[in-house]
T-cell receptor
Framework: SAVISQKPSRDICQRGTSLTIQCQVDSQVTMMFWYRQQPGQSLTLIATANQGSEATYESGFVIDKFPISRPNLTFSTLTVSNMSPEDSSIYLC??????????FGPGTRLTVL | AQKITQTQPGMFVQEKEAVTLDCTYDTSDPSYGLFWYKQPSSGEMIFLIYQGSYDQQNATEGRYSLNFQKARKSANLVISASQLGDSAMYFCAMREGLSNDYKLSFGAGTTVTVRA
């Protein structure tokens, strides 16, 4: 299985600020998914990021709020912009490494005050 | 419409006993895959097992097995010989065909508590 790391593992931020979450994979992957898990909820897909093209956002998520970068095949970032307490969640990256598997990064636990 | 349904919000199981977690799904795509994940309180998502719609046999991975009933559209996870470390949230997820860009749809999850 791929080794996936995320930074930071957790953070506490003030409302109105932005946080950039980094996701690093130890192998090249074509697609990277970013998910959000709000407290007590299931996972919701934010967007899909392919290298060299703009990310594709799911309904309810917009690029201005969650800009994503994918500079190469092993790295991606998700920024949570102009944060509010409702953005308090676990954010997880998930690279596509195979059809019969799907692994997740360790997650970034964000608290917005 | 809900694609993945997990009807058991929480379950208790005695240590060393088996537990079955229910998952039903809804898709019209003949090609799909079903995934189960474990999420302990730390928040990480641990991939447990995969079942493809065309797989001839039910998937097994150590103490985890999948009771796949295609006609009923159910993919229940069986955890045998439960251990205290199995206490966690468990999620069922589905990937539909190749036209869905490999996205996963998740169920609401089931909390499992293993009692000593």
């Amino acid at each position: 299985s791929a080794v996936i790391s995320q930074k930071p593992s957790r953070d506490i931020c003030q409302r109105g600020t932005s946080l950039t979450i980094q996701c690093q994979v130890d192998s090249q992957v074509t697609m990277m998914f970013w998910y959000r898990q709000q407290p007590g909820q299931s996972l919701t897909l934010i967007a899909t990021a392919n290298q060299g093209s703009e990310a594709t956002y799911e309904s309810g998520f917009v690029i201005d709020k969650f800009p994503i970068s994918r500079p190469n095949l092993t790295f991606s970032t998700l920024t949570v912009s102009n944060m509010s307490p409702e953005d308090s969640s676990i954010y997880l990256c998930s690279p596509l490494t195979g059809v019969r598997e799907q692994f997740f990064g360790p997650g970034t636990r964000l608290t917005v005050l | 419409a809900q694609k993945i349904t997990q009807t058991q919000p929480g379950m208790f199981v005695q240590e060393k006993e088996a537990v079955t977690l229910d998952c039903t799904y809804d898709t019209s795509d003949p090609s799909y895959g079903l995934f189960w994940y474990k999420q302990p309180s730390s928040g990480e998502m641990i991939f447990l097992i995969y079942q493809g719609s065309y797989d001839q046999q039910n998937a097994t991975e150590g103490r985890y097995s999948l009771n796949f009933q295609k006609a009923r559209k159910s993919a229940n996870l069986v955890i045998s010989a439960s251990q205290l470390g199995d206490s966690a949230m468990y999620f069922c997820a589905m990937r539909e065909g190749l036209s869905n860009d490999y996205k996963l749809s998740f169920g609401a999850g089931t909390t499992v508590t293993v009692r000593a």
